[in-house]
């Protein structure tokens, strides 16, 4: 079992639709995790993070972990062509000096105007 | 705030030759700085750690003698990509980690190398 599994993609919704992205890991004693967006060419950039089960929400992006289902997900609303872009999730298995990120391989979303 | 640079940008590169690459943080004391490769269409790859004043931590497979890491002050860390061959080629990116507290990595904008 890879240690962090996103769907393989890509998605494609359209403008203005909910866009759900899902990631599941493999260690349970996972600290920290991550949604980072990466755009073709570029280097990925930090969206949310999320430490405790539950939802959080940033303006049009919800992060939800459940750390029991070892499950992390993000939503975006109202979706925008500007969105388009590859989502990595990534998660810290341990703080402090081991700290360190593994990604999974990404998800490509496309949202149709 | 938390922004992070590396320069150059981008660099083509005789094979054979050494090629420097610099990240900084430019408003944030970095604990770690973390150094990834991603080939295209791949997701990163975790190349090594560097904590400031201590030698690298480097992942299973990557070669420490290739790649030369150098953490040289809470605000600087080196990558030195030596004798480079074609299959070197490929997207370098740096991120660090703050020391004011929580892991959260910020990615430097990437150098993508071209050895020919």
């Known amino acids: 079992q890879k240690e962090v599994e996103q769907n393989s993609g890509p998605l494609s919704v359209p403008e203005g639709a909910i866009a759900s992205l899902n990631c599941t890991y493999s260690?349970?004693?996972?600290?920290?995790f991550f949604w980072y967006r990466q755009y073709s060419g570029k280097s990925p950039e930090l969206i949310m993070f999320?430490?405790?089960?539950g939802d959080k929400e940033d303006g049009r992006f919800t992060a939800q972990l459940n750390k029991a289902s070892q499950y992390v997900s993000l939503l975006i609303r109202d979706s925008q062509p500007s969105d388009s872009a590859t989502y990595l999730c990534?998660?810290?298995?341990?703080?402090?000096?081991?700290?360190?990120?593994?990604f999974g391989k990404g998800i490509t979303l496309s949202v149709r105007p | 705030g938390a922004v992070v640079s590396q320069h150059p940008s981008w660099v083509i590169c005789k094979s054979g030759t050494s090629v420097k690459i610099e990240c900084r943080s430019l408003?944030?004391?970095?604990?770690?700085m973390f150094w990834y490769r991603q080939f295209p269409k791949q997701s990163l790859m975790l190349m090594a750690t560097?904590?400031?004043?201590?030698?690298?931590?480097?992942e299973q497979g990557v070669e420490k003698d290739k790649f030369l890491i150098n953490h040289a002050s809470l605000t600087l860390s080196t990558l030195t990509v030596t004798s480079a061959h074609p299959e070197d080629s490929s997207f370098y990116i740096c991120?660090?980690?703050?020391?004011?507290?929580?892991?959260?990595?910020?990615f430097g904008p990437g150098t993508r190398l071209t050895v020919l």
């Open positions: 560097s904590n400031e004043g201590s030698k690298a931590t480097y």
């Open positions: 990534a998660v810290n298995k341990n703080t402090g000096a081991n700290s360190k990120l593994t």
């Open positions: 991120s660090a980690d703050s020391t004011s507290g929580g892991d959260t990595q910020y």
């Open positions: 260690d349970r004693g996972s600290q920290s």
């Open positions: 408003d944030f004391q970095a604990t770690t």
């Open positions: 999320i430490y405790s089960n």
